[in-house]
């Protein structure tokens, strides 16, 4: 079974601050992590996936199988980050049954 | 505009009636989900087709019906069966073999039952 879990349900930072959310994940296999972001009236967006190990709007996460984490961070958090943020895994390889498993979601605010 | 649309994006129903909600999508992708969003419980899968005339059960199916007659359109019947059905429900796409792996998803359906 795959399982995703983030810890924080609300996440309140002022702007300029680092933030992280945080995301552990159990899956047997070999997993793909994303992190999908909802801002206000829009729809659910992918944000970024490990694979890519690429930066988007400031964000990162990197990997850790060995805490099997994906930890999502951005140095300096702005308001407009205000957001629902999801982490997401599923099987490394595509193919039959790709089922994406989110977590419970983080509900990050930056104050100004 | 092309992507996935949803409709209706808000529907209100009396208890013991059966809903069907909309999934239509113009990006040519294989594989098409249906998902439920509760506040605190994060995207719940329900059902999911990966090719044309076939599907499987999510996590939580009981009391929701799907058909996948067409590449384009994966409608979800919420049937008197499903104990709570007021939700926000999310249907998805993803273009499969040779994809991204990348869901894209619809602006939602409110189902409130009355």
């Known amino acids: 079974a795959q399982r995703v879990t983030q810890p924080e349900k609300l996440l309140s930072v002022f702007k300029g601050a680092p933030v992280e959310l945080k995301c552990n994940y159990s899956y047997s296999g070999s997993p793909e992590l994303f992190w999908y972001v909802q801002y206000s009236r829009q729809r659910l967006q992918l944000l970024l996936r490990h694979i890519s190990r690429e930066s988007i709007k400031g964000f990162t996460a990197d990997l850790n199988k060995g805490e099997t984490s994906f930890h999502l961070k951005k140095p300096f958090a702005q308001e407009e980050d205000s957001a629902m943020y999801y982490c997401a895994l599923s099987r490394a390889s595509g193919g039959s049954n790709y089922k994406l498993t989110f977590g419970k979601g983080t509900l990050l605010t930056v104050n100004p | 505009d092309g992507g996935i649309t949803q409709s209706p994006k808000y529907l209100f129903r009396k208890e013991g009636q059966n809903v069907t909600l909309s999934c239509e999508q113009n990006l040519n992708h294989d594989a098409m989900y249906w998902y439920r969003q509760d506040p605190g419980q994060g995207l719940r899968l329900i059902y999911y087709s990966q090719i044309v005339n076939d599907f499987q059960k999510g996590d939580i199916a009981e009391g929701y019906s799907v058909s996948r007659e067409k590449k384009e359109s994966f409608p979800l019947t919420v049937t008197s069966a499903q104990k709570n059905p007021t939700a926000f429900y999310l249907c998805?796409?993803?273009?499969?073999?040779?994809?991204?792996?990348?869901?894209?998803f619809g602006e939602g359906s409110r189902l409130t039952v009355l």
């Open positions: 998805a796409s993803r273009k499969d073999r040779g994809g991204s792996g990348e869901l894209f």
